[in-house]
């Protein structure tokens, strides 16, 4: 059996990824290890080197206990993550991002990324290649939203800015976190252009991955 680490920093993101493997991939099994400390203290601070240190300390635990791969799901800490591939060059860990990134270059050349929470906008849109032009958005308010159990209210403003990227000339739409995920049906009703999530892509680029190696 396949263990997969699963290394949160946000409660909202625990389950459109769970959800994505038993979809995809049933057969993998799963270990979710959430600290959501780590986003609480990035919107205060920055990605420093202790930043850097609690991430490694995340995936030595997860290593040590049998994980063969390991996926991120904020995508705020790519900086962190970098750090933990090195660290762990022997087994894939990937960005929750990476494989969306690559499906959104190919889709188009000037991607509108949505985000609900704001040090993403920050550190993601570096992470595209130089081909294409990134324009962001923060839907305010969809996170607290969220949290407070207002699902219909996050999905609204994230298709709210999903419509401010097309009306500025974005012809690919991308969800930057697994908890957009579950605004993806909103989204595509309100724009026509390809609207990209983090989530199933990123369950199917580690499958691709593992079955390489």
Known sequence: ???IALIHALAQSVAPINQAFSRLWPQAVLMNLL???LSADLSKGSLDERMNERFLTLSDYAVGCGAQAILFTCSAFGPCIEAV???HSNIPVLKPNEAMIGLAAKAGKRIGLVATFAPTLASMPAEFPGSVQVDTELAEGALAALNAGDAAGH????????KRLHARGCDVIALAQFSLARAAPLVAQRVPVPVLTTV???VELLRTQLDAA
């Open 1 to 3: 059996m396949t263990r």
């Open 35 to 37: 600290d959501d400390s």
């Open 85 to 87: 591939a090195r660290k």
């Open 155 to 162: 999905d609204e403003l994230a298709a709210a800015a999903a």
């Open 200 to 202: 199933d892509s990123s």
